[in-house]
């Protein structure tokens, strides 16, 4: 059964600093993953998609990688703003399935 | 842009009341989900639909149902509501060959007392 863990629950950064979120499964057998951004109260916004072909995948300050060998990506994102301030959610779908496993999340602050 | 939208944003029922959770997407997507969020344990699936009258189970189906009669709403209901169903409800839609992509709406916080 797939598992999906994020570390660290929580972060709280200064305003301008790099950061990395990670996320881990156990089952490498994954169609792609995705990171979500999620602010308080709200639904949940797809910020990159990798497919399981893929190594990295780039959108503005952020960069996602995947290491299917290992199970594990990571979500960089540079030059911190408080508006990044979320939760940022890991999933990872199956190949053949219409389920997709979500990790608990990262909640993100960042401070002015 | 996808819309999706819930019916309620909060919402109060007591312990053995019928509950509904409607759930409305405006681009003509064939997928629609269903997921409850709790601390700790991230999103889980309840019920997905592939079109209209067509409903698989998700991982925690139990003490849920679902309706689908039109394309573009997905109801959930809580047959009998208890205290372990509260929760953060979750309704997204997406494209029949896109799986995946799944646009999400506000979530509907359900508070059982």
């Known amino acids: 059964k797939q598992e999906v863990t994020q570390i660290p629950a929580a972060l709280s950064v200064p305003e301008g600093e790099n950061l990395v979120l990670n996320c881990s499964f156990t089952?490498?057998?994954?169609?792609?993953l995705q990171w979500f951004r999620q602010d308080p109260g709200k639904g949940l916004t797809s910020l990159l998609l990798i497919q399981s072909s893929q190594r990295e995948q780039t959108s503005g300050r952020l960069n996602a990688s995947l290491d299917k060998s290992s199970g594990r990506s990571t979500l960089y994102i540079a030059a911190s703003q408080p508006g990044d301030s979320a939760t940022y959610l890991c999933a990872v779908s199956g190949d053949g399935g219409f389920k997709t496993i979500f990790g608990a999340g990262t909640r993100l602050f960042v401070k002015a | 842009d996808v819309k999706v939208t819930q019916s309620s944003r909060y919402l109060v029922k007591r312990t053995g009341e019928k509950v509904f959770l409607e759930c409305v997407q405006d681009?003509?997507?064939?997928?629609m989900f269903w997921y409850r969020q709790d601390p700790g344990l991230g999103l889980r699936l309840i019920y997905f639909s592939y079109d209209v009258k067509m409903k698989e189970k998700g991982d925690i189906p139990e003490g849920y149902s679902v309706s689908r009669e039109k394309k573009e709403r997905f109801s959930l209901i809580l047959e009998s509501a208890s205290t372990n169903q509260t929760s953060m409800y979750l309704c997204?839609?997406?494209?029949?060959?896109?799986?995946?992509?799944?646009?999400f709406g506000p979530g509907t916080r359900l508070t059982v007392t």
């Open positions: 681009m003509d997507h064939e997928n």
């Open positions: 089952d490498s057998a994954i169609y792609n």
């Open positions: 997204a839609s997406s494209l029949y060959g896109r799986l995946y992509e799944q646009y």
